[in-house]
């Protein structure tokens, strides 16, 4: 429940226990606004339910987080996923129409809408075409352009293309959670000297959480204009140089091994933010280096807490 104060800005966030979600509550109770966090207890495909949430709260700004957000459990249940990413987020649109018109929402997609560009290609703008590769992207997809459609019809609706993004508290689902997280296994001796990956090759965009939680922040504020923005460093890297980055930190080399349930052919996917930026001044601020420092920091914190509880045992 809300914090209770009646001065701050009521917001309402779903899927506020997932990675985002618990870098952006604090962040907003911090800025004075009055949260409801909500996850799986309330099921974004119940509208009614959703509709009588948004009724009790009266929300001024909402952000969709709750989403099945993992591209190879999209592929193993795409008729799940469909249902949270697509149905969810019309629910949640046609709940906020109804019963919170007044209300900004943020909708969040992903830049997996947009597929893979060929190497050295130009950053993607939010003109750029939509071309989905997993049933992930296209549940994304889907969603996005059907908020488009609300937004037509006067909604305050934002949509937000975010490209990678990691930190604290990611699932090891996720490519550098998943390195940070078997760089302080090794180095705690849960496993042996050996790391497995999927494709070292492919170039992404990465973000710092906090940059992201930033970025999302900025288009909670009526000023800025209800558009699709994408948010990106603009920056492409092949994520093999952020594994080495995280062997440096911890003076580690094992071997690598390249587990084949992992390995996807090498993409290519860099955003351009300039919309992003010229609305709200927004630009990334924390070196990614930081980024996998706390990373990997999270996850020896982990990996101590299992070695000194009682009936640890190897993961
Ligand atoms: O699947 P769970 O138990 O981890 O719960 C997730 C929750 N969620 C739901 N909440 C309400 N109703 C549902 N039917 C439902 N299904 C899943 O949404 C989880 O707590 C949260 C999503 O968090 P993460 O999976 O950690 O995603 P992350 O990285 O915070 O991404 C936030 C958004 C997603 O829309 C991504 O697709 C996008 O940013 O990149």
Redesign the pocket.
């Known amino acids: 429940m809300g914090s209770g104060s009646l001065l701050g800005v009521r917001a309402l966030i ?9 870098h952006l509550v604090p962040r907003l109770r911090d800025e004075g606004y009055e949260v409801e966090a ?8 119940d509208v009614s339910a959703l509709s009588a949430r948004m009724a009790a709260v009266r929300p001024e700004v909402i952000v ?7 591209v190879p459990s999209s592929w193993k249940s795409p008729e799940l996923t469909y ?3 697509y149905l ?1 987020s019309r629910s949640i649109l046609e709940a906020t129409a109804t019963a919170a018109p007044e209300a900004r929402l943020l909708v ?3 830049s997996d809408e947009y597929g893979s560009a060929e190497p050295g290609a130009s950053p993607f703008t939010e003109a750029s075409p939509l071309r989905p590769q997993s049933p ?1 992207a296209r549940t ?1 997809t889907a969603a996005d352009l059907l908020a488009a459609r609300y937004a037509d019809r006067g909604l305050d609706v934002v949509r937000v293309r ?1 490209f990678n ?1 990691t930190g604290p508290g ?2 090891p689902d ?1 490519v550098l959670a998943s390195f940070a997280k078997q760089v302080a296994e090794i180095e705690g001796h849960l496993r042996e000297p050996v790391l497995r990956v999927g494709n070292l090759g492919s170039v992404r965009d990465f973000l710092d959480i906090g940059d992201v939680i930033d970025a999302y922040l900025s288009l909670l504020h009526r000023g800025v204009p209800a558009d699709v923005y994408n948010v990106a460093s603009g920056v492409g890297t092949p994520v093999g140089e952020h594994l080495h980055t995280l062997l440096d930190l911890a003076g580690l080399h094992p071997s690598i091994e390249v587990d084949p349930e992992r390995m996807r052919p090498a993409d290519f996917s860099v955003g351009d933010a300039t919309r992003l930026r010229r609305a709200t001044g927004w630009k990334p601020q924390a070196p990614i280096a930081g980024t996998l420092e706390r990373t990997l920091d999270y996850w020896r914190e982990q990996i101590r807490a299992i070695q000194s509880s009682p009936k640890a045992s190897r993961p």
């Open positions: 779903t899927g506020a226990s997932g990675f985002v979600g618990r909500t996850d799986r207890e309330l099921d974004v495909t969709h987080l709750a989403a099945q957000s993992s249902r949270i990413n969810g969040i997609g992903s992930y994304k975010p993004h990611q699932a996720f």
